[in-house]
């Protein structure tokens, strides 16, 4: 049985100046969260964990997703945590996920493009990171699929 158990350790109160890509505001306050989770099979032994790091800003409350660790996001100036930080997909976000949605029931070429798709707009906000799920979840279905015909003797 692999069961999900939710081991958070937030790191509140960590203090970062970040320019908001949410409001706009340049040099915002905001603070640091970190949330761990901790895949085990039949509760003890541990597969991987899944962290997920976020910034809330001070200003619009709204709160932006960070890929960086909390340990290092401290640490940086508000350019280099600039770099890290996720709110809106890019144009080219964009246009990878329309392409990936276009082409996700071909099977195989579906799931290069969804997953082109998946890594640009990892971490965002908004449509393109919902289209690239569905997508995916389409790709992955259609390949398996078609694979299965292939490998299977008539």
Same mark, same amino acid.
């Given at each position: 049985?692999?069961t999900?158990?939710?081991?958070?350790?937030?790191?509140?109160g960590?203090?970062?100046?970040f320019?908001?890509?949410a409001?706009?505001?340049?040099?915002?306050?905001?603070?640091l969260?970190?949330? *761990?989770?901790?895949?085990?099979?039949?509760?003890?032994i541990?597969?991987?964990?899944?962290?997920?790091t976020?910034?809330?800003c001070?200003?619009c409350?709204?709160?932006?997703a960070?890929?960086?660790?909390?340990?290092?996001?401290?640490?940086?100036?508000p350019?280099?945590?600039a770099?890290?930080?996720?709110?809106?997909?890019?144009?080219a976000?964009k246009?990878?996920?329309l392409?990936?949605?276009f082409?996700?029931l071909i099977?195989? *070429?579906g799931?290069?493009?969804s997953?082109?798709?998946?890594?640009?707009?990892?971490?965002t906000r908004?449509?393109?990171g919902?289209?690239?799920?569905?997508?995916?979840?389409?790709? +992955?279905? +259609?390949?398996?699929?078609v694979?299965? *015909?292939?490998v299977?003797?008539s």
């Amino acid at each position: 049985m692999i069961t999900l158990h939710n081991a958070e350790s937030l790191v509140d109160g960590a203090d970062v100046r970040f320019d908001c890509p949410a409001c706009g505001k340049a040099d915002s306050q905001g603070l640091l969260g970190e949330q *761990v989770d901790a895949v085990k099979l039949l509760y003890l032994i541990p597969l991987f964990r899944l962290r997920a790091t976020a910034v809330k800003c001070g200003e619009c409350e709204a709160n932006i997703a960070c890929l960086a660790p909390s340990q290092a996001a401290v640490q940086m100036t508000p350019d280099e945590l600039a770099k890290n930080l996720r709110w809106g997909a890019s144009g080219a976000a964009k246009i990878a996920t329309l392409i990936a949605f276009f082409t996700c029931l071909i099977p195989f *070429v579906g799931l290069v493009t969804s997953g082109v798709a998946a890594v640009m707009t990892r971490g965002t906000r908004g449509w393109p990171g919902a289209l690239t799920m569905l997508s995916t979840i389409l790709a +992955i279905t +259609i390949s398996l699929c078609v694979g299965l *015909v292939m490998v299977l003797p008539s």
